[in-house]
């Protein structure tokens, strides 16, 4: 019998094969088929049970996941809008300063360093009630007598997330855009000067659009991170007060692992997982229309 001898390419690339089916494929598999099952961690045998498209329809009838949805929703709108906003005039501002700027880059990275654990554990103590930094600088100042409830009222803690969010991220939207600055080319700027141009003007219609392949790369980037955002949420409210705080994943954990649904909080979750592949192809589209524009392909 002859041997059967595999390409040289095919063997090198066959442990990290073996790797993403073993860690990627078979739980996308397994989570995939229990979400058409009533699987509870409780009762291993339910994961046998096929119940078809079950657990789908109750999250589609489900006015709590869509509240939840909701809330996700205007996290994604306020903060991607304000971390796009920041991060410009952040890069813009860093763009002209001549001395110290790689110190400036490297301070300006440091809130990407930090975990979202981190993250929310810092920003619980910050708006804690009773010992709470902000509350603490507020009576101080006299601004206000009594302490602020910041992560138990409804509106003061969803607040409070999206500054955390907005804290935490701003800086990927300024990285990005700050090499999207040092790559525009120095003639078309120049040539708008000698026009006589307005800064407005040259910023509108000469640096913006060179700018916007890379702020819709930022956009997907946070979009996704923003649609499944749970540490930072689960860590300052856990969904509180009420459930007014409760955002997607949050919800699907809740459901998954403290109710012990797993079936139904699996079907949320691919529900999620759809909505985030939309919002990526939207702004994809978006970036190719944008490249498109400056001649850069689609």
Known sequence: MSKIKLPTWFVLILPAILILVAVVLI?????????????????????YKWIGTYNYEKAAKSWVFWSAFGRTVLLLTIALNLEMLLGLGLALLVSRVTRGQRALRTVMMFPMMFSPILVGFQFKFIFNDNVGLVNNALQ??????????????????????????????????????????????????????????????TFRHITLPFLMPFIYIALAIRSLDVARA???????TNGGPARRTELLWTLIGRTGYVDAKMGYANAMGYVSIFMAIFFTIFFFKKLSAARAELGMGG
Do not use: H
């Open 27 to 47: 739980p996308l598999l397994l989570s995939l088929y229990s979400s058409f099952t009533p699987y509870r961690l409780t009762r291993p045998d339910s994961l």
């Open 230 to 236: 749970y540490d930072i949420v689960n860590i300052m």
């Open 140 to 201: 101080s100042l006299g601004l206000t007598t009594a302490a602020i409830p910041w992560l138990v009222d409804q509106k003061l803690a969803m607040f409070s997330i999206i500054f955390a969010e907005v804290w935490s991220s701003t800086s990927v939207f300024a990285i990005l855009i700050l090499a999207g600055l040092f790559a525009i080319p120095k003639d078309p700027l120049e040539a708008a000067k000698v026009d006589g141009c307005t800064p407005w003007q």
